[in-house]
């Protein structure tokens, strides 16, 4: 049999990351320790375009990982992971990171992929110069007016789970009495 026609009878004929039924294709996962099928995933060309060219993705497309995520085919696994890891800055991708689960060789070779782009990554750091990642919990150092509105965010207040912009380092989102606001990085001690 055909690579092709072994990724078509693995998926069902169907994209193995988002589920759609037309224009797919056969793609190789990058940096895989295996050969064969087993390196492969059966794709559509949203899913393609999306994975290949960063500046086309859109995060509400890839909410199917919701569900390939648990596919038991560690290719699969490695996308789903790696388009997480990408987007964790969302927020959403953080809780699904949070709850999957991939054998040790299999989180390895997703890891792989993911070194490389990380190059060019803005970092976010605290007012003590610690990495602030996606996810993490902050705490207010300082009363902040939030622009826009009465409130006062008060000194203390722990933000948990932020997410961080992605073109500016000083700039993180998170929930303060549940409204969701931009806070810059001086003003925040992690957790």
């Known amino acids: 049999m055909s690579l092709e026609k072994d990724l078509q009878q693995r998926s069902n004929n169907n994209c193995e990351l988002c589920g759609n039924a037309e224009n797919l294709s056969v793609f190789e996962i990058p940096n895989s320790p295996m050969e064969g099928v087993e390196s492969f995933i059966f794709t559509c060309n949203t899913c393609k375009e999306q994975i290949e060219d960063p500046e086309k993705v859109d995060p509400n497309h890839w909410r199917c990982l919701n569900d390939s995520m648990w596919s038991t085919v560690p290719a699969v696994q490695v996308m789903a992971w790696r388009m997480l890891n990408r987007l964790k800055a969302e927020g959403w991708p953080q809780d699904l990171l949070d709850m999957m689960y991939l054998e040790d060789e299999t989180k390895e070779w997703a890891k792989a992929g993911v070194e490389e782009e990380k190059v060019d ?24 007016k939030v622009k826009g509105s009465s409130m006062v965010a008060k000194q203390g207040t722990a933000v948990r789970r932020i997410s961080l912009d992605r073109e500016n380092e ?12 931009v806070i810059i990085t001086d003003f925040v001690k992690k957790l």
């Open 121 to 144: 990554a803005v970092i976010h750091r605290d007012s003590n110069g610690v990495i602030l990642e996606a996810g993490d919990s902050v705490v207010l150092i300082k009363d902040l």
């Open 170 to 181: 000083k700039y993180i989102e998170g929930k303060v009495d549940g409204q969701q606001i």
